[in-house]
């Protein structure tokens, strides 16, 4: 009998913010993989380091930070070779994934590999969109009003696009990107309703108005949002062109 793959959702940072299935599913498994830089801690490992066994067996999925292009087809396919091995042999395994594992997590491209093969059973996490509304003190939408979750990465264009139809707008991925969606965001008249907020959940957060924020580029876990719909949220925000 083969072992059960899950993909947990461990949260944005906030260890607190771990569900209390996943926490039982993670106290129960033998074995816990999850990404990791080629330098440094993994972010999803350190979510949950307070709830490890030291009997447990970890697998670190190494996935290359960095602006170039890495091998990604080959690096997920060492990883569900790897898992797929303890599969076999009747052992659990549990994928953590920073967030949700299907809101833009990694866990996908191993659901796809390995799924059709062995059990699986998906646990959701608080996803850094839905944290980052909860630590602003703004809600992110409300009755008909559309939220928008858009990567930073694509083109002005679309980004404009966007920026004119959506009520309500949520930019991940920021990054290196900062400077540029900045632009974006004066030339369409809505600096003044953006917030930017960094690291969400953790002890070093972040929350600032856009207009304040630097152009030098913003780290991986950050976010952009704006409301421009019918409810007038803009003045509650908890934030005076600093850290909150």
């Known amino acids: 009998m083969t072992g059960t793959l899950y993909g947990l959702g461990v949260g944005p940072g906030d260890p607190e913010l771990l569900t209390l299935k996943a926490h039982r599913i993670l106290q129960q498994v033998e074995i816990v993989a999850y990404p990791a830089p080629d330098s440094g801690e993994s972010f999803a490992r350190s979510i949950v380091a307070p ?3 030291l009997e447990q067996e970890e697998i670190p999925i190494i996935v290359p930070m960095r602006v170039e292009r890495f091998p990604a087809k080959a690096v997920y396919d060492q990883a569900a070779a790897a898992i797929a091995l303890h599969l076999d042999s009747g052992r659990d395994v549990a994928v953590l994934c920073e967030g949700d594992p ?29 944290a980052s509304g909860a630590v602003l003190q703004r809600p992110l939408a409300a009755r008909n009003d559309v939220l928008t979750v858009v990567p930073a990465p ?42 930017y907020l960094e690291r969400a959940t953790l002890g070093n957060q972040k929350l600032m108005r856009l207009a304040d924020v630097g152009d030098d580029a913003a780290p991986y876990f950050s976010m952009v949002l704006i409301y421009k719909g019918a409810e007038d949220w803009i003045a509650a925000l908890p934030i005076e062109g600093g850290v909150a």
């Open 51 to 53: 709830y490890l066994r």
């Open 102 to 130: 299907f809101f833009y997590g990694s866990f996908m491209y191993l659901y796809e590999r390995l799924a059709s093969q062995y059990k699986c059973e998906i646990v959701p996490g608080v996803s850094s969109l839905m």
């Open 154 to 195: 694509l083109d002005n264009a679309v980004i404009d696009r966007h920026l004119n139809e959506a009520d309500a707008l949520a930019f991940i991925k920021v990054g290196r990107h900062l400077a540029r969606l900045k632009s974006r965001i004066e030339a369409a008249g809505l600096m003044g309703q953006a917030a």
